[in-house]
């Protein structure tokens, strides 16, 4: 059944709100089983991101009204969106599921609401990500001061092993 004219103002409403988040990455899905398409929207909402299956047009004029401009040409098939507000989590999670599922083709992304190619899609899920920058900042803080309480403790236990052993000499 067709959708009314109502219908299509409010998907495009809810796609305008998707495109404004920080990572989007589009992919062509033409192929892949509904179960599987599933699976990856799970795999995004673990990491709080969405998928979304769009019509190319309702797409079109989504981002035109956001003010993206997005290539009709590269937008073919049976497209859908991952979102996230992180800007590399859509194309990790994506990226990854595609190692597993050859039906699922990346065609590009947004990245501070200018498109990217597929190519930079890939070479941005390559890229680390936010908790693991994090993670590596807090252990390169953390590094020196370990290394400090190691040095202090070292001289505590070689005065206790002196007074222990002076203590031994005497008994």
Do not use: Y
């Amino acid at each position: 059944m067709a959708k009314t004219r109502q219908q299509k103002t409010q998907a495009i409403g809810d796609l305008e709100t998707k495109l404004q988040a920080k990572g989007v990455v589009f992919f062509n899905h033409t192929g892949l089983k509904v179960l599987d398409l599933e699976i990856l929207r799970k795999a995004m909402r673990t990491d709080n991101g969405r998928v979304v299956v769009a019509k190319r047009n309702l797409l079109l004029k989504a981002a035109a009204n956001v003010g993206v401009t997005l290539p009709a040409d590269q937008l073919t098939g049976a497209i859908a969106m991952a979102t996230a507000d992180d800007d590399i989590l859509p194309a990790k999670v994506v990226a990854n599921f595609k190692k597993t599922h050859e039906a699922v083709q990346l065609v590009g992304g947004l990245l501070e609401q200018q498109f990217i190619n597929q190519q930079q899609v890939a070479a941005m899920a390559k890229l680390p990500g936010k908790s693991e920058l994090i993670a590596a900042v807090v252990g390169t803080i953390k590094a020196p001061l370990s290394g400090l309480a190691n040095v202090l403790a070292a001289n505590l236990r070689g005065l206790v092993t002196t007074l222990k052993a002076i203590q031994e000499q005497k008994v």
